[in-house]
């Protein structure tokens, strides 16, 4: 390689061609959507974790990871759960909806699991539970079930999906400050990726 392909070569941006920045949530049918497939073909495993990530709002890394004593008190799966955030150190508490119970029952019994296991154990001899990496390529393949183009979500669309979906419905920072377990509105404000007019418009909305 000559010096001016090299130069030209490292004028190139990284991000050149490609989507960056924060993944998009999904929507109420992009829900259903991957929803109904996973049931339709009875894909127990992917149900499960489908829903419980979308109720979770748990970042990859600590989804993957939770055992069945996290969502179950003895052979019943909780409604509320807490567990301690790994990124922050921090403890957040969240829902389980009925059904999300439902599938996690169905897939639990199936797999004959005991309370120490992993919810979504790999499926690699190397790893004991299922991967972040092995995880984000899961969440691709539902993306592109629905004809969505997988290059603008990901792992962080449904971490976000229903925090999104309940800002919308309500307009409550603090609500969603509360669920996601931050410290500072603001992070909630980049969290949601809420543009500086939409945020204006709330507070002329709101008399003091």
Not at 80 to 85: E, G, I, L, S, Y
Not at 97 to 122: K, N
Request: aromatic share 6%; charged share 25%; proline share 2%.
């Amino acid at each position: 390689m000559d010096q001016s392909t090299y130069v030209a070569l490292r004028k190139i941006p990284w991000n050149k061609g490609k989507l960056v920045g924060q993944k998009a949530p999904l929507k109420l049918k992009d829900i259903w959507a991957i929803r109904v497939r996973l049931q339709i073909g009875h894909r127990r495993r992917e149900l499960a974790l489908f829903n419980l990530a979308i109720d979770s709002k748990l970042r990859s890394c600590d989804l993957v990871r939770l055992r069945v004593r996290d969502v179950c008190h003895g052979s019943v799966v909780a409604s509320r759960t807490m567990m301690m955030q790994q990124k922050t150190q921090r403890p957040v508490q969240f829902e389980i909806t009925e059904q999300t119970r439902e599938s996690l029952v169905a897939w639990i019994h199936s797999s004959r699991m005991s309370s120490e296991d992993y919810l979504f154990p790999s499926r690699l001899h190397s790893w004991p539970h299922l991967s972040t990496r092995q995880y984000a390529r899961i969440v691709r393949g539902w993306i592109r079930e629905i004809g969505l183009d997988a290059s603008a979500y990901g792992t962080h669309t449904l971490q976000r999906t229903k925090a999104s979906l309940i800002y919308r419905r309500t307009k409550n920072l603090r609500v969603v400050q509360l669920l996601l377990g931050h410290t500072k509105l603001e992070s909630t404000v980049r969290y949601l990726g809420i543009e500086v007019d939409g945020a204006l418009e709330i507070s002329e909305q709101t008399e003091v």
